[in-house]
């Protein structure tokens, strides 16, 4: 009995949510321990991780030349293998409080639908060489559904939107099992980027993505709002050379994002299509289930209930859906093995 106490003390399960712009880790029995920018810094010289996640985010864009800040993790998938295996090691060790550095821990990790196998097996790689024992892959939909508390075994239909920074995953399930998925790798980096763009050509000015993102959290929107916002930036002026301060309306960022966010309603449109005609009734009485921190854009839910007609509701903790349905599934691996991609 000691023994088995001892080892539970020691394997501790993850649930991780490697995404584009964050990564949660999920501790069985303690809850979610990491929240952190999926980025890291390395010196060009030797190599070296200089800073991950928050301190990492906090260089973006302000790094000597040595140093250079990477976003390992690309449309919701693995696009330098060597760094999100360096990124995903740190944030192993610092869920287990840097120690215990031998254990080997079972993972469940929520990936994007209609993933490739060559992504699938990237994830799966960096995850075994960070030190897991076991890995498991499960659709972020489903994973959101579940953190969202959604009832996904019942024989009827549940919609969820999961709006990351990467990817819009959107799924319709019933009885554990997704019945129609579709991811578009439009979400929260291309509404950062269309901002970027929309200042540069209509101001001439530059600014960079912390600032765009700052733009998009204050102003940003997808429905006109109930009282006109206005927001001070500064960049640097492109013709003129210096930095200058202009002030900049949601309208004008409404305008910016508008053609990211039709992208993503008519992603919704088509999944309610291709529904079939008996879950479709249970949608129109459940509607969807909007989650991600892409779902935090101001008015989105109002859009979406115009376009679709359908009642919408915002997840309870949009951000942290994903993991917290990984996070369900180590205590649960009869559903673990019914909705794994394995």
């Not at 639908?113 to 499960?138: G, N, P, W």
């Not at 115009?306 to 996070?327: F, H, I, K, N």
Request: a negative charge; one cysteine or more; aromatic letters at 4%.
């Amino acid at each position: 009995m000691a023994l088995r106490s001892l080892f539970s003390l020691f394997s501790s399960d993850l649930a991780i949510d490697l995404g584009t712009a964050n990564t949660c880790v999920y501790v069985r029995g303690k809850g979610i321990v990491v929240n952190e920018p999926s980025i890291i810094a390395i010196n060009k010289v030797n190599g070296r991780v200089e800073a991950v996640g928050r301190e990492a985010k906090e260089m973006l864009g302000r790094t000597p030349g040595n140093i250079v800040a990477i976003k390992p993790m690309k449309d919701g998938v693995i696009a330098d293998f060597e760094y999100t295996e360096k990124m995903l090691a740190y944030f192993i060790r610092k869920a287990h409080n840097n120690r215990n550095v031998w254990v080997r821990p079972r993972i469940v990790i929520g990936v994007p639908s209609e993933i490739t196998q060559v992504e699938k097996r990237a994830v799966k790689d960096s995850a075994y060489r960070a030190k897991a024992s076991e890995v498991h892959l499960v659709e972020e939909a489903m994973a959101a559904a579940i953190g969202a508390g959604m009832p996904i075994t019942e024989p009827s239909g549940n919609m969820i939107v999961d709006i990351g920074g990467g990817t819009t995953d959107i799924a319709v399930i019933s009885l554990a099992g997704i019945v129609y998925s579709k991811a578009v790798r439009v979400a929260g980096n291309e509404m950062d980027e269309a901002i970027i763009q929309y200042v540069k050509k209509t101001y001439n000015l530059l600014i960079g993505e912390r600032t765009a993102e700052a733009i998009k959290m204050e102003v940003g929107s997808a429905y006109p709002l109930e009282e006109k916002m206005t927001m001070e930036i500064k960049g640097r002026h492109l013709i003129e050379g210096v930095p200058k301060t202009i002030t900049i309306s949601d309208e004008e960022i409404r305008e910016a994002l508008a053609e990211t966010v039709n992208v993503i309603v008519d992603a919704v449109r088509v999944a309610l299509e291709r529904t079939p005609p008996e879950l479709s009734a249970d949608i129109v009485d459940r509607g969807i289930v909007l989650t991600g921190g892409g779902a935090l854009l101001k008015n989105l839910d109002k859009r979406l209930r115009e376009e679709t007609g359908l009642p919408l509701a915002m997840a309870e903790d949009p951000l942290s859906s994903v993991v917290l349905g990984a996070g369900k599934m180590l205590s649960d691996f009869n559903l673990l093995r019914k909705i794994s991609l394995d």
